[in-house]
């Protein structure tokens, strides 16, 4: 690690030059990156990092450079460095609370996930309207009532609000994540949040919308093929 | 519907010119303009809809213009019509069939989910190697064995396979959905599928990505928090 601090100070410097296109695809070289730490790798060049990714060499080349230094001629890219510096980049090094609103399929499908474990996320509790979940646990992690929300929050310092309540109950859950000083909203519902108006960080995952872009796809795809 | 050929005509002649990024802010418009459908609303103007979907007025009408012709001064958008056109772009008018390959807690709740059958698709199978799950049934849909997909196929035509294995699953997967002639893949996994190789039409999920691009933000404003 001799070095490190300098490169370190190389990097947070260089931060301020990412533009938002590249950031939006750290986490991909970042998963990519741990799954060849995984399986014992050290080192890669932006042509084997470009056959697994399904991105261009000199796309990869672009995006990496924008950090100053992570690749060698002929060397290729130390992979811990790399995976250190873009962790440090994305908050995956920091420690962060979650609780999931709303204990339906969804919610609980993502409470059994290894996917907040595996970035440095803790998810403290579920929270439902619905009495015949409120107390039942999964994942060992308790269904608790929404009326407790605000309470649990001001008791533990949280981090992420996952929302995953139909459109109902949209507006109610909003309001109580504002109220119980939460900043961060995973946003899986069909409704859209103001960040305007409560000063969140907000990333959406509108499944419904994915879907329909590839249902478009394939439309056109379906409608070349009756052209030919 | 007087001159509704004519629009869809005109509609038809104008696809061709429709953007990218216009594109893949359709289907918030047609959530949102069927959330207005189902509340029994006929006109919008593009000031009330900016408020609703938390998008400019100008983008909105930006955006609707490439149709040519939907909105009309002080008269607004004729929300049937909109949600017509906007449906036949995406291919939601169209009849889709699908099957979701990893039957885990992922793979289930999005079986259960009314996604599918809310944009014209019916899932037919789940798919699973796990002997403890095949037979089982989610939501009325049979989970089968993982080797029966390409017959399976062969005696249904599959538009789409939703692709929820663990990455290990993933080579042997995305090989069997070739075989199996499926155009469309939604890809949940954390792997990557090289649209070159097998003529796919893919839409990614990366729901971990989408995490992490929220601890990305967050971290940026405790930062800023911090400077302050």
Redesign the interface.
Known sequence: MDGFEDKEFEYESGRKYVSDSV??R???Y??YLR?LLESGRTRINSTELSS???LTASQIRQDLNCFGGFGKQGVGYDIRYLHTCISA????D?Q?TAVIIGAG??G??LA??R??S????TVLSLFDVNRQLIGQETADILIRDMDELVPFCCANKV??AVLTVP?ESFEDAVRRIGEAGI??V?NFT?M????EQQGF???N??????????????????DKEKEN
Not at 89 to 92: E, K, R
């Open positions: 950031i939006s750290l986490p991909r970042f998963r799954m697994l990714m399904h980049i994305l908050g995956a920091r962060y399929d969804l609980r499908a059994r996930s996917m907040f595996g970035r440095g996320i981090d992420i459109k900043k961060g995973w069909s859209e949040l103001d960040p960080v907000i990333e995952v509108h499944l419904g919308d994915s879907l329909q872009r590839l249902t478009y796809h394939l439309r056109v795809a379906q």
